[in-house]
């Protein structure tokens, strides 16, 4: 089952965001059928970089999120990369929209240190969850169980929230967002660059 007629917002800042995890789900939920929307904090470019050191793909978002609502959409993603996801925590703006999404019933999704904008929103009280390791600590003590696996799914909170731990998670986690969706995972996964 495609995912036609899906709509899935992408929040971003315009500078520090793993390129991967931004690049890798657009494609594969654009590859599934989705309308993918990629909102930055500005209408600018996008800066994103590989592993938090090396400059990587610039890639221009459909507009800015700051004028968004989850209405609009079925899900949001939420990349990491460390300054990406540093910014974005403390974003009000940010946490407003995740905020809507999981008063909503609607679909969470973050990897690596997205799930910092969880915490600071305060979306992790009592669910189970995983991230980059390093946030390990700052889940555990929002009031989340933290779990050292490459995709966690926890529909057990009011609304679906999809956690992974790195961008060599990215299938998994992809994969569970489709299905969230009512769609079929691997029907069509594109493959982007490194």
Not at 117 to 141: E, F, I, Q, W
């Amino acid at each position: 089952m495609s995912l036609d007629g899906r709509r899935v917002l992408v929040i971003t800042t315009n500078y520090g965001t793993e390129q991967d995890e931004l690049e890798q789900p657009v494609a594969t939920l654009h590859a599934a059928g989705a309308r993918v929307t990629v909102a930055a904090q500005k209408d600018e470019p996008v800066r994103t970089l590989v592993s938090d050191r090396r400059p990587g793909d610039t890639v221009i978002p459909d507009g800015a999120y700051t004028e968004l609502s989850a209405d609009l959409f079925d899900a949001v993603v939420v990349p990491g990369g460390t300054l990406n996801a540093d910014r974005l925590r403390t974003d009000v703006v940010a946490q407003r929209l995740v905020t809507e999404f999981a008063d909503a019933g609607r679909t969470v999704a973050a990897i690596c240190h997205g799930p910092w904008l969880l915490v600071d929103s305060g979306l992790v009280r009592g669910r189970r969850l995983t991230s980059h390791p390093s946030l390990r600590a700052d889940l555990t003590n929002a009031g989340g169980t933290w779990q050292d696996r490459s995709v966690v799914v926890d529909d057990a909170g009011g609304f679906p929230l999809i956690t992974s731990r790195r961008p060599a998670d990215l299938e998994p986690f992809s994969d569970a967002i489709i299905r969230s969706l009512g769609g079929s995972p691997g029907e069509a996964t594109p493959r982007v660059g490194t």
